[in-house]
């Protein structure tokens, strides 16, 4: 089964005047939709836009895997675990807030900011919090904790990516276009795969993708 959702259908969030946009493609905060709570291991796809000096203040994470992709600008990222990270385009970070773990995400930079935030449920919980990023990543990123892995596809015009078969696939449009079997998607549009497999995604223009390949979290826990 493949369901589409449009850059347009997303959730608006966020606080516009403090100079905040979010777009939610999952249920979230006062979007509550029951029929649209999780996909996979995801509970959350945010499309983050932070105007220069703004900022989401200190506020509490728990028993949840934090991806952070970001697109555009510098995220200054603190933690109360001790952590103080600017994260740049290209960089992957990593927050696992475990038992629970407070931080901040600001916009200390001169120009926008554009990241892409998703939250997935870990496998188990409690435990310490724990922190990294990495700079650079190439095209893979395993998160054993949510049995789950990260693939950042940039094909090129005219070329050909494999969508991995999965039980859960989840396809985020980040710059550029893909086709995928008659769907042409755009910047912030996404793709929500189960049960599928040996499709691919055409570039209909140099595209930067992200794809998470996930495992039926009931099959993991059984």
Do not use: C
């Not at 969030?13 to 995801?42: K, Q």
């Not at 960089?91 to 900011?113: I, Y």
């Not at 650079?136 to 998160?143: E, K, N, S």
């Amino acid at each position: 089964m493949i369901r589409i959702q449009r850059a347009g259908e997303r959730y608006p969030g966020g606080d516009p005047a403090a100079g905040i946009e979010t777009r939610h493609a999952l249920s979230f905060g006062p979007h509550y939709d029951p029929d649209n709570l999780r996909f996979g291991a995801l509970l959350a796809v945010n499309e983050e836009r932070l105007a220069p000096g703004a900022g989401f203040d200190e506020h509490p994470h728990s028993h949840t895997e934090i991806v952070t992709w970001v697109v555009e600008g510098e995220l200054t990222h603190r933690d109360t675990a001790g952590h103080t990270t600017t994260v740049r385009p290209g960089d992957l970070q990593r927050l696992s807030s475990a038992g629970g773990v407070r931080h901040v995400e600001r916009n200390d930079g001169p120009a926008p900011l554009v990241f892409v935030q998703m939250w997935l449920a870990p496998l188990t919980s409690g435990g310490d919090p724990s922190y990294e990023v990495v700079r650079g990543l190439g095209d893979t990123y395993a998160l054993p904790a949510a049995d789950a892995v990260l693939h950042v596809r940039r094909p090129k015009a005219g070329e050909r990516t494999p969508v991995p078969a999965a039980d859960f696939a989840y396809v985020h449009v980040v710059r550029g276009g893909v086709r995928l079997g008659a769907e042409e998607l755009a910047p912030g549009d996404a793709a929500r795969l189960t049960g599928t497999g040996g499709l691919e995604l055409t570039a209909t223009a140099d595209a930067e993708v992200l794809v998470w390949e996930m495992r039926d979290w009931r099959k993991a826990l059984g």
